[in-house]
């Protein structure tokens, strides 16, 4: 009986320790994201930001950086072929940026020239290390770095492939998966244009 209680009350310290562990590494990781402005970025060599309520314009952000080898180019040409299809007005009330993942080669001005070549309304931006993984995890962008042996490039950075429509605040209004259809990114813009109007 001793034995068992003495278990127990082993288990309840280790637990209790444990949750007091990963509540203090998440408190300690808020605020350490809280002290990085991931909203400002650098387009060219403007300084944006992509949180401002003053721009009541919907944000269709993509992620990834200017060296990948296919799936970046097919998913901007892909919001390029949506933005093409869509009327001045609703263009008007529509965002649409490249954020970099690797902002080590991707400055403001790279960025901005290779969204560039997709559609003129693009807006290819980069930012610190930090303020760009702050902003990956913010909307739940898996990458990684993957070292290439005997490559020029040296190496890839692996992501996920969405479009993420945001308010004005950042607040997450909805995100199209990887697509080869134009439409499903046009239909959202126009959806969520139009809401953001009747609010």
């Not at 605020?31 to 060219?44: D, E």
């Not at 300084?47 to 919907?58: H, P, Q, W």
């Given at each position: 009986?001793?034995?068992?209680?003495?278990?127990?009350?082993?288990a309840?310290?280790?637990?209790?320790g444990?949750?007091?562990?990963?509540?203090?590494?998440?408190?300690?990781?808020?605020?350490?994201?809280?002290?990085?402005?991931m909203?400002?970025?650098?387009s060219?060599?403007?300084?944006?930001?992509?949180?401002?309520?003053a721009?009541?314009?919907?944000?269709?952000?993509?992620?990834?950086?200017t060296?990948?080898?296919?799936?970046?180019?097919?998913?901007?040409?892909?919001?390029?072929?949506?933005?093409?299809?869509?009327?001045?007005?609703?263009?008007?009330?529509?965002?649409?940026?490249?954020?970099t993942?690797?902002?080590?080669?991707?400055?403001?001005?790279?960025?901005?020239?290779y969204?560039?070549?997709?559609?003129p309304?693009?807006?290819g931006?980069?930012?610190?290390?930090?303020?760009?993984?702050?902003?990956?995890?913010?909307?739940?962008?898996?990458?990684?770095?993957t070292?290439?042996e005997?490559?020029?490039?040296?190496?890839?950075v692996?992501?996920?492939?969405?479009f993420?429509?945001?308010?004005p605040?950042?607040?997450?209004?909805?995100?199209?998966?990887?697509?080869?259809?134009?439409?499903?990114?046009?239909?959202?813009?126009?959806?969520?244009?139009?809401?953001?109007?009747?609010?």
């Amino acid at each position: 009986m001793k034995l068992k209680i003495l278990v127990l009350a082993t288990a309840l310290i280790a637990g209790l320790g444990a949750r007091y562990f990963i509540e203090q590494n998440a408190t300690d990781e808020h605020v350490a994201s809280s002290n990085v402005n991931m909203g400002l970025l650098q387009s060219g060599q403007d300084t944006i930001n992509l949180f401002d309520n003053a721009d009541e314009r919907v944000r269709v952000v993509y992620f990834g950086y200017t060296h990948c080898p296919d799936v970046c180019p097919t998913s901007l040409a892909i919001l390029s072929a949506a933005l093409k299809s869509l009327p001045d007005d609703t263009l008007d009330k529509v965002r649409p940026v490249f954020v970099t993942l690797d902002p080590k080669r991707d400055d403001g001005d790279a960025a901005q020239e290779y969204a560039g070549y997709f559609h003129p309304r693009i807006e290819g931006s980069s930012g610190t290390e930090d303020a760009i993984d702050a902003l990956a995890k913010k909307y739940g962008v898996l990458y990684q770095i993957t070292e290439l042996e005997d490559s020029a490039m040296e190496y890839a950075v692996d992501h996920s492939s969405y479009f993420y429509f945001l308010a004005p605040n950042g607040n997450l209004l909805e995100k199209v998966p990887h697509t080869l259809n134009p439409n499903m990114v046009s239909d959202a813009i126009s959806r969520l244009t139009t809401n953001m109007q009747t609010q």
